[in-house]
């Protein structure tokens, strides 16, 4: 509700400037330039004025609108930006791409989950699924918001904890500047036969 009257006083306040600029200029027309205001009276009457002033305040509601919107999309890509900068995962290097790939290439093939929950973390979770995904044998799936319980995690985690993992834990490790925990279950705890990574909250 509170989004709403805020969306509605700033339409009001944009409209109310403009129609007021209307009804200034009108009247100081008639009151400093008295001559022109009477050869306006002819060219356009009381009556006339009166449906123009009306779609002045129409044409001015419209532009009200497109402010209130204007303002509240630069806010958002601002407060994007912003957060962006602070907590948005950088995407590889080219080089750490090539070692990553590298090493990839000397594990045995897993069924792997890659899932990240915002935009903060895209480009580094699918940039790891993509490199994952080239290598023949593994069978990748990415998954975006949802599906996991991924809310809250901070840092970059793989489970279950058993070889496999840790080679992989080992090859993302020597191969980029990233830090991956193992979560302490195993196999029989997850009950599948997939292993999980979730690119969670950077770390500060």
């Known amino acids: 509700m509170s989004r709403i009257w805020h969306y509605v006083a700033a339409v009001v306040g944009y409209w109310q400037f403009w129609v007021a600029v209307a009804f200034m200029i009108e009247r100081s027309m008639e009151r400093f330039f008295s001559k022109r205001a009477a050869a306006l009276n002819v060219l356009l009457p009381v009556e006339g004025r009166r449906k123009l002033f009306i779609g002045i305040a129409i044409v001015a509601f419209v532009y009200a609108n497109f402010r209130a919107f204007d303002d509240a999309s630069s806010k958002l890509e601002e407060a994007t930006r912003s957060n962006g900068t602070e907590n948005r995962w950088s995407g590889l290097t080219s080089d750490e791409v090539k070692a990553l790939r590298d090493q990839v290439r000397k594990l045995s093939p897993e069924t792997i989950t890659v899932a990240c929950e915002t935009i903060n973390c895209r480009d580094l979770a699918d940039g790891i699924a993509d490199i994952l995904a080239d290598v023949p044998g593994w069978k990748v799936t990415k998954l975006h918001r949802g599906g996991l319980d991924i809310t809250g995690v901070t840092g970059i985690r793989i489970e279950p904890h058993e070889p496999a993992t840790e080679n992989l834990q080992k090859a993302i490790e020597s ?25 969670g909250t950077k770390p500060f």
Do not use: P
């Open 175 to 199: 191969a980029t500047k990233l830090k991956v925990d193992l979560v302490e279950t195993t196999r029989a705890q997850m009950n599948s036969t997939e292993t999980f990574m979730v690119v």
